[in-house]
């Protein structure tokens, strides 16, 4: 029966979680060199070149990892410009020798750039490397920032996402800045983003701390050694992620200090499993495994403290709010049972002008009364001024011979006209009356004039 089937029937006896990766004996890691081969790699250092010192801590790195590990490498750009890497040494047993063969010849002085992200997207389906009977690691070098003619700013951290998505697929990428011209910003997230971190950098920032960022950074080819020689020993070391990396025959050894059978990580054949993880592993009473109890600890490490208890005697909290006005009381564990909040002050049922939140609901003297002459401004009330009152003018009386007459104030005596004629006629007869009388014509004699015939 062969290595792999006997491995097989050993595995369909363990219950495995969906998610992990399976590693039926023990096989060798895969390390991959992602190599920057871009034209900035031929500038000037300690009397040689970039390329040439990298090259040369790259074998030498290659040289410790010799029958430790399955080695590859890919170079970018390739084969000009801004083509995606290409993998010129698949992954396998290689000596460092045919390593230094692929890295014989330098880039070109002009027209080569640095597409990171373009290259590690190639990963994504490269089926070596995402075998899941093996542990899986890139070493990404690299002396310059993303880059293509055009520039595409917006592509700036475009590695970052692709190192994201590889960590899902279960490989590590342990991310090397060579040089001072390097994107600090983008590597630091992009060594985050790994999970394959610089020793003592703060993963919670967004950009490299005054120590440095998380990826790893070297300037001379001394550091570039040190920096690959530690990369060295992760990869080939023991480690806690449920392989067995130095191939002793026991995964995670070292691990599980308590010896309660859980890992600090929570070791499965083929990685890990956070549910299967010892949250104390210096207690052999802590752990997966063991039963809850009411004691203030969480005993199984599923997050939870005494699950379904009440309380211990002697414990307290604090209870109640403290917006505004109010402040918290504290409650007492009595007879395993938590008493009633004492000494906290409760939100006053209506808001006062006051300057304080009353009612403890986040606003202040909403609502607050000042009665009707009053207003609330700035925690205070004050006056406020009388409406001025506006004289009223009353309309004139109707004149005293007028009447309404079909909702009209008229004049009963008829309209103008009638008037001006009645007042005519009686001018009229005035005149005839002031007149004299004279008597009919009369002759020289006295005597009237006989009328003609």
């Known amino acids: 029966?062969?290595?792999?089937?006997?491995?097989?029937?050993?595995?369909?006896?363990?219950?495995?979680?969906?998610?992990?990766?399976?590693?039926?004996?023990?096989?060798?890691?895969?390390?991959?060199?992602?190599?920057?081969?871009?034209?900035?790699?031929?500038?000037?250092?300690?009397?040689?070149?970039?390329?040439?010192?990298?090259?040369?801590?790259?074998?030498?790195?290659?040289?410790?990892?010799?029958?430790?590990?399955?080695?590859?490498?890919?170079?970018?750009?390739?084969?000009?410009?801004?083509?995606?890497?290409?993998i010129v040494r698949e992954l396998g047993s290689w000596p460092a020798t045919e390593l230094l063969r692929d890295l014989a010849e330098p880039p070109a002085d002009t027209g080569l750039y640095t597409p990171m992200a373009e290259t590690l997207a190639v990963l994504e389906t490269y089926a070596p490397l995402l075998a899941p009977e093996h542990a899986a690691h890139v070493v990404l070098l690299t002396d310059g920032w993303q880059?293509?003619?055009?520039?595409?700013?917006?592509?700036?951290?475009?590695?970052?996402?692709?190192?994201?998505?590889?960590?899902?697929?279960?490989?590590?990428?342990?991310?090397?800045?060579?040089?001072?011209?390097?994107?600090?910003?983008?590597?630091?997230?992009?060594?985050?983003?790994?999970?394959?971190?610089?020793?003592?950098?703060?993963?919670?920032?967004?950009?490299?701390?005054?120590?440095?960022?998380?990826?790893?950074?070297?300037?001379?080819?001394?550091?570039?050694?040190?920096?690959?020689?530690?990369?060295?020993?992760?990869?080939?070391?023991?480690?806690?992620?449920?392989?067995?990396?130095?191939?002793?025959?026991?995964i995670d050894e070292g691990f599980d200090r308590d010896g309660d059978g859980h890992t600090s990580c929570g070791s499965v054949p083929g990685g890990t499993d956070p549910v299967h993880a010892d949250c104390?592993?210096?207690?052999?009473?802590?752990?997966?495994?063991?039963?809850?109890?009411?004691?203030?600890?969480?005993?199984?490490?599923d997050g939870v403290v005494d699950p379904g208890c009440g309380c211990t005697d002697g414990e307290s909290r604090r209870c109640g709010g403290s917006e505004g006005a109010c402040t918290p009381g504290l409650q007492r564990c009595v007879g395993g049972a938590w008493s009633v909040c004492e000494g906290e002050v409760l939100p006053a049922l209506a808001e006062r002008c006051d300057g304080v939140d009353d009612d403890c609901d986040g606003t202040t003297d909403e609502g607050a009364s000042c009665g009707e002459d009053g207003s609330c401004a700035e925690g205070a009330c004050v006056p406020v001024a009388p409406m001025p009152e506006v004289p009223v003018e009353e309309p004139p009386p109707p004149p005293q011979d007028a009447k309404m007459v079909g909702g009209c104030a008229?004049?009963?005596?008829?309209?103008?006209?009638?008037?001006?004629?009645?007042?005519?006629?009686?001018?009229?007869?005035?005149?005839?009356?002031?007149?004299?009388?004279?008597?009919?014509?009369?002759?020289?004699?006295?005597?009237?004039?006989?009328?003609?015939?």
């Open 147 to 250: 880059w293509c003619d055009p520039h595409d700013p917006s592509r700036r951290f475009a590695a970052v996402d692709v190192i994201a998505r590889l960590r899902t697929l279960g490989v590590h990428v342990h991310v090397v800045g060579f040089g001072d011209g390097v994107d600090a910003v983008a590597l630091h997230r992009a060594a985050v983003a790994s999970g394959a971190l610089r020793e003592g950098c703060d993963a919670s920032r967004s950009e490299p701390g005054p120590d440095g960022g998380c990826h790893h950074r070297a300037d001379d080819e001394a550091e570039l050694r040190a920096v690959l020689a530690s990369i060295v020993h992760a990869v080939v070391d023991e480690t806690c992620n449920g392989f067995d990396d130095d191939c002793d025959g026991a």
């Open 280 to 301: 104390d592993d210096e207690d052999a009473w802590l752990g997966p495994s063991a039963t809850e109890l009411c004691n203030g600890r969480d005993d199984d490490c």
């Open 410 to 453: 008229c004049d009963s005596t008829g309209s103008d006209t009638h008037r001006s004629f009645v007042a005519l006629l009686g001018l009229v007869a005035l005149v005839l009356r002031s007149r004299p009388r004279t008597s009919p014509a009369r002759t020289k004699r006295g005597r009237r004039a006989k009328p003609a015939a």
């Open 1 to 86: 029966m062969t290595r792999l089937t006997l491995a097989t029937l050993a595995l369909l006896a363990l219950p495995l979680p969906s998610a992990t990766r399976a590693q039926p004996t023990c096989d060798p890691p895969r390390v991959l060199f992602t190599f920057d081969r871009s034209s900035s790699m031929n500038g000037a250092l300690e009397g040689s070149t970039k390329w040439e010192v990298a090259r040369r801590a790259l074998v030498e790195t290659a040289q410790a990892l010799e029958n430790r590990a399955q080695l590859g490498l890919q170079l970018f750009p390739f084969p000009d410009r801004c083509e995606p890497g290409e």
